[in-house]
């Protein structure tokens, strides 16, 4: 018989703040973090905004100065938001036996400001110029090598690269270890750090990015008419999962099941989604098969909802050609339409956002949802959250590459 | 202690962030006294290159034991410089 797998720690940092309690705060209250990009010169950019991690940011509580040194700003975000995780699990590290502990996180593009720097360096002084620490900032298995280190953690260890649906591969990767019994508990997330000047230039070259740069707040606007791409954001969203004998052996507190996990790709294009939305409609399709939950018991749906013209309509699509007229009483939300695109980190942020749904018995909004798009016609619970009794939640990833990525959870 | 010398502690110090800079003294031994070890080495290195503007060959490296060894080299490649 297969494992149970539970989720006992959850950690959070994002534009909205650091911390769940801080993140579950604004999306109650519906608010926005996006605003003007001041982590370089934005000013001759096409997009000047994104959801910056601001001073909230506090590192040094997880990580010890020297270390911090160390590490690029996605490693950062890993590592605090881990370390709310681990604290909210209880869980006491390094474990007894530390090949039954391992980590995995998902992160798209790693290093990048590092990359970015590191060049800059290159370039105007020389090959003797870099920095000798640039190579560990930029592999993304290095930070869940990081991880292992702080807590004492030898079993399975790796980085998962899978773009927009990093976060929620990682996940499911690690969920699958665990039931297959390879771990007995697991950190795992995503973390990215991506607000740099060639990523924010790159992306608005392939048209990706909004340009509602005198209204950053309302510029994430996931299924509305007037949406124009996404807004790029950073943070990391971290879990620990477990094995449920291995949760109620120590007395943990349980937030949630994992259920099941499904991923598949599109085979279609290096950028664009398949508008029919068949491979987002199997990634979700086979989640509840591997828990042997019906479309109908779904209650909610934390959408990959990048508020870009293609995705937000093959979404809606391949939900309902799963959910037939059931999709039209499932509540659904975009988080991204305040915390904007997470990237590599958006997949593990929501699932703790689903998460919080399912225990709070409360669903997020999909704010500045003011015209409807006609082909985006489900309840995308826009504006204002709403209260719903919920047992099953579905969280979507879908990325460049056309990976796409699906977890089940269930209220416990 | 004189400029070259305080610029050096100053650099060490900013490596070794976990080290209260009232340790590093010119007599102190960098990697026995002070906890560095070899990527900590490295990035003394880059920044001491950046801040003076010369080049730290691997041989050099070897014969630097105390933070008097590093801010004595870096006043004789000066003057052989000028």
Not at chain 1, 239 to 255: D, F, P, T
Not at chain 1, 266 to 278: L, N, Q, Y
Request: with cysteine; glycine share 10%.
């Amino acid at each position: 018989m297969q494992r149970k797998v539970v989720v006992t720690g959850m950690g959070v940092v994002t534009c909205l703040g650091s911390g769940v309690a801080t993140n579950w705060e604004a999306l109650m209250a519906g608010r926005s973090g996006i605003g003007p990009i001041t982590l370089f010169d934005a000013a001759k950019y096409k997009s000047r905004i994104a959801g910056e991690v601001r001073g909230n940011f506090d590192p040094h509580g997880y990580v010890q100065p020297k270390e911090f040194r160390r590490m690029d700003r996605f490693q950062q975000f890993a590592m605090v938001a881990a370390g709310e995780a681990v604290d909210d699990s209880k869980l006491e590290l390094p474990p007894t036996n530390p090949f039954r502990g391992g980590v995995v996180v998902g992160s798209g593009m790693g290093g990048l400001s590092s990359i970015e720097e590191g060049m800059h360096l290159l370039l105007s002084k020389g090959p003797n110029s870099a920095p000798p620490l640039l190579i560990t900032k930029v592999v993304i298995n290095l930070s869940p090598g990081m991880l292992s280190i702080k807590y004492g953690l030898k079993g399975p260890n790796y980085g998962v690269v899978n773009a927009c649906t990093s976060g929620t591969s990682a996940i499911g990767e690690a969920f699958r270890i665990i039931r297959e019994s390879r771990a007995d508990f697991m950190i795992a997330g995503g973390a990215e750090a991506v607000v740099t000047e060639l990523s924010v230039a790159a992306f608005s070259k392939i048209r990706a990015l909004s340009t509602r740069n005198d209204d950053p707040e309302r510029a994430s606007r996931p299924f509305d008419r007037n949406r124009d791409g996404f807004v790029i954001s950073e943070g990391a969203g971290m879990l620990i999962l477990e094995s449920e004998e291995h949760a109620a052996e120590r007395g943990a507190l349980i937030h949630c099941e994992i259920l099941g996990y499904g991923a598949t790709d599109d085979a279609f294009h290096i950028v664009m989604p398949d508008e029919t939305g068949s491979g987002a409609y199997e990634a979700m399709r086979l989640a509840l098969e591997d828990a042997g939950v019906k479309p109908e018991q779904v209650d909610h749906v934390n959408a990959h909802g990048t508020s870009t013209d293609l995705n937000d309509k093959m979404e809606t699509i391949a939900i309902k050609k799963l959910f037939g007229e059931h999709a039209y009483r499932l509540a659904i939300s975009s988080t991204k339409s305040m915390t904007g695109h997470l990237i590599g980190a958006a997949g593990a942020v929501e699932a703790v956002y689903t998460i919080m749904a399912l225990k709070k018995g409360m669903v997020p909004p999909t704010i500045n949802l003011e015209e409807p798009d006609p082909d985006c016609d489900l309840d995308y619970t826009p504006n204002t959250p709403v209260s719903r009794e919920m047992e099953y939640a579905l969280s979507n990833s879908f990325a460049f590459g056309g990976q796409n990525g699906c977890l089940l959870f269930r209220r416990v | 202690m004189d400029d070259v010398e305080k610029r050096v502690v100053d650099l060490i110090a900013e490596v070794l962030v976990d080290v209260n800079k009232e340790h590093i003294q010119l007599d102190s031994k960098i990697v026995e006294d002070l906890g560095a070890e070899s990527l900590d080495i490295y990035d003394m290195i880059a920044l001491l290159e950046d801040e003076f503007g010369l080049e730290i060959t691997d041989e050099e490296v070897e014969k630097i034991q105390t933070v008097q060894d590093v801010a004595n080299y870096i006043r004789s490649a000066q003057s052989a410089a000028s």
